[in-house]
């Protein structure tokens, strides 16, 4: 979220939705701020990786290892000028196993919408 807004220097507009698909939740972030180009797209998953004079690249690697932990994916599309959107896929239930003597517990999560505009 805190890139979608850095994105979007004059304004813009930050799409948050979260739906099931398939046997995942996915959660998308979609904004309408300067995009990536293709040799900025190859390096954000790369640690200390940064287009931000103050940043540390490190945010991006470590949503997609968290992510992955989780059994799951992230993906990216982007185009210059347009916007970016990341979309997220997290097995929809997981079975917790249980410590001794306990029970196994099903999780899954509803779908919902949260859209929101910045402006400069």
């Given at each position: 979220?805190?890139?979608?807004?850095?994105?979007?220097?004059?304004?813009?507009?930050?799409?948050?939705?979260?739906?099931?698909?398939?046997?995942?939740?996915?959660?998308?972030?979609?904004?309408?701020?300067?995009?990536?180009?293709?040799?900025?797209?190859?390096?954000?998953?790369?640690?200390?990786?940064?287009?931000?004079?103050?940043?540390?690249?490190?945010?991006?690697?470590?949503?997609?290892?968290?992510?992955?932990?989780?059994?799951?994916?992230?993906?990216?599309?982007?185009?210059?000028?347009?916007?970016?959107?990341?979309?997220?896929?997290?097995?929809m239930s997981i079975e917790a196993k249980a410590k001794?003597?306990?029970?196994?517990?099903?999780?899954?999560?509803?779908?919902?919408?949260?859209?929101?505009?910045?402006?400069?």
């Open positions: 979220i805190k890139n979608a807004l850095d994105a979007m220097l004059d304004g813009g507009e930050l799409l948050i939705l979260s739906r099931e698909a398939e046997n995942n939740v996915e959660f998308v972030f979609k904004d309408t701020g300067t995009g990536m180009n293709k040799d900025v797209l190859e390096k954000i998953w790369t640690p200390f990786f940064t287009t931000r004079a103050k940043g540390l690249g490190l945010g991006l690697p470590i949503c997609k290892r968290i992510v992955e932990a989780h059994g799951g994916k992230i993906s990216v599309e982007s185009i210059v000028g347009e916007g970016t959107t990341f979309t997220i896929a997290i097995p001794e003597g306990g029970e196994n517990v099903w999780v899954s999560t509803p779908a919902s919408l949260l859209s929101t505009t910045t402006k400069a």
